[in-house]
């Protein structure tokens, strides 16, 4: 009995010993999954201050799946890190719920605010600045690649990411307001959109020594308050437009508008925006696209009358009668009056 005792000895400290180290490995395994994802968590801080769509859990699940580590292998293979059922669907209010995108936080009140709406929501709505549009319902537009929502005090911009300029801008115009704004100061204190990503806006360098002006698709002579007329002069409010276009007919088709806005009972709706349809052009290091034509539409609320200037992005333009509301949707897609009774022509 002593000598079957004594040869058991030796396996009894063997397996204490083999459970040592793998207890051993398995504190190495955990203290370099947890030094990984610290290194993973600093990593999306830093980071989110450029691209707000980066999540920890994408970046991480992305990083883990790349590198390679013995000790990260073997949690990988005992389940590591746990799939929780949300690791690549975002938590209700996040980007892809309809609702804002995660990172962005809807503003207060009418100023100006974050994006409120990127391509993971399905269409527009502009909750946090209806008053630029008819009836307070933005036209439900379906939301394509880098398009955001942004909230100004005097006009809202749908902004692409791709052709860093805006897809349209709205505003509301009134007697009142007009009134109000007359005799303010230009600021001509143009600024690139910080609530954009860099990588989806345009820079105060890619106009310098581009030929092209810094185009205003609100004009800064719409603006009502001191606040609206220098947030008009976002770079996220501007196309590159011809000098000559910019500051002769196009001149006019903004004051014209203002004046019949002057004149009207009510409120009156603006849709102001860039059409691509040739070649693409672009200016600067970000190759901001160069429009073809321009356009602005005009609805008075109360008599239902609309119309559309249209001109070509260009020196010899000259100005020409309006076309209709329906043949403008024809040619751009883009049914911006479709929440709003037009009367039959």
Same mark, same amino acid.
């Given at each position: 009995?002593?000598?079957? *005792?004594?040869?058991?000895?030796?396996?009894?400290?063997?397996? #204490?010993?083999?459970?040592? @180290?793998?207890?051993?490995?398995?504190?190495?395994?955990?203290?370099?999954?947890?030094?990984?994802?610290?290194?993973?968590?600093?990593?999306?801080?830093?980071? $989110?201050?450029?691209?707000?769509?980066?999540? %920890?859990?994408?970046?991480?699940?992305?990083? %883990?799946?790349?590198?390679?580590?013995? /000790?990260?292998? #073997?949690?990988?293979?005992?389940?590591?890190?746990?799939?929780?059922?949300?690791?690549?669907?975002?938590?209700?209010?996040?980007?892809?719920?309809?609702?804002? #995108?995660? =990172?962005?936080?809807?503003? #207060?009140?009418?100023?100006? =605010?974050?994006?409120?709406?990127?391509?993971?929501?399905?269409?527009?709505?502009?909750?946090?600045?209806?008053?630029?549009?008819?009836?307070?319902?933005?036209?439900?537009?379906?939301?394509?690649?880098?398009?955001?929502?942004? $909230?100004?005090?005097?006009?809202?911009?749908?902004?692409?990411?791709?052709?860093?300029?805006?897809?349209?801008?709205?505003?509301?115009? +009134?007697?009142?307001?007009?009134?109000?704004?007359?005799?303010?100061?230009? @600021?001509?204190?143009?600024? !690139?959109?910080?609530? %954009?990503?860099?990588?989806?806006?345009?820079? %105060?360098?890619?106009?310098?020594?581009?030929?092209?002006?810094?185009?205003?698709?609100?004009?800064?002579?719409?603006?009502?308050?001191?606040?609206?007329?220098?947030?008009?002069?976002?770079?996220? +409010?501007?196309?590159?437009?011809?000098?000559?276009?910019?500051?002769?007919?196009?001149?006019?088709?903004?004051?014209?508008?203002? *004046?019949? /806005?002057?004149?009207?009972?009510?409120?009156?709706? &603006?849709?102001?925006?860039?059409?691509?349809?040739?070649? &693409?052009?672009?200016? =600067?290091? +970000?190759? &901001?696209?160069?429009?073809?034509?321009?356009?602005?539409?005009?609805?008075?609320?109360?008599?239902?009358?609309?119309?559309?200037?249209?001109?070509?992005?260009? !020196?010899?333009?000259?100005? =020409?009668?309006?076309?209709?509301?329906?043949?403008? @949707?024809?040619?751009?897609?883009?049914?911006?009056?479709?929440?709003?009774?037009?009367?039959? /022509?």
């Amino acid at each position: 009995m002593t000598t079957a *005792k004594n040869k058991n000895t030796p396996a009894r400290k063997r397996s #204490s010993a083999k459970k040592k @180290t793998r207890s051993g490995f398995s504190r190495f395994q955990k203290f370099s999954a947890s030094a990984l994802a610290a290194a993973l968590a600093s990593f999306q801080i830093a980071s $989110c201050s450029f691209n707000p769509h980066w999540s %920890l859990g994408q970046l991480g699940a992305a990083a %883990l799946s790349a590198i390679h580590i013995p /000790a990260l292998e #073997s949690l990988r293979k005992s389940g590591w890190p746990a799939d929780t059922g949300n690791t690549h669907r975002p938590a209700p209010g996040h980007a892809g719920q309809g609702t804002a #995108s995660a =990172g962005h936080h809807r503003p #207060s009140g009418t100023t100006a =605010g974050q994006p409120t709406r990127t391509a993971a929501s399905s269409a527009t709505s502009f909750a946090s600045c209806p008053q630029f549009f008819p009836g307070g319902r933005a036209p439900s537009l379906q939301v394509q690649p880098q398009q955001r929502e942004l $909230c100004f005090s005097g006009f809202a911009v749908l902004h692409s990411g791709l052709t860093k300029t805006p897809v349209f801008v709205a505003e509301r115009l +009134n007697r009142q307001l007009l009134l109000q704004g007359q005799g303010l100061q230009r @600021t001509d204190k143009f600024y !690139a959109d910080a609530r %954009l990503p860099r990588m989806e806006r345009s820079e %105060l360098d890619d106009y310098k020594r581009s030929g092209f002006s810094r185009g205003h698709m609100a004009p800064a002579a719409d603006m009502a308050s001191p606040e609206a007329m220098a947030q008009s002069f976002s770079l996220a +409010n501007m196309v590159p437009q011809n000098q000559v276009h910019n500051a002769g007919v196009w001149a006019k088709v903004e004051e014209d508008t203002r *004046k019949y /806005a002057l004149r009207a009972q009510g409120d009156v709706f &603006v849709f102001t925006g860039p059409v691509f349809s040739g070649p &693409v052009q672009t200016i =600067g290091a +970000n190759q &901001v696209h160069v429009p073809d034509y321009l356009f602005k539409l005009v609805y008075d609320a109360t008599t239902g009358r609309s119309w559309v200037y249209w001109q070509a992005n260009s !020196a010899d333009t000259r100005m =020409g009668p309006p076309i209709s509301y329906e043949e403008f @949707t024809r040619r751009t897609g883009m049914p911006l009056l479709a929440n709003v009774h037009l009367p039959r /022509a």
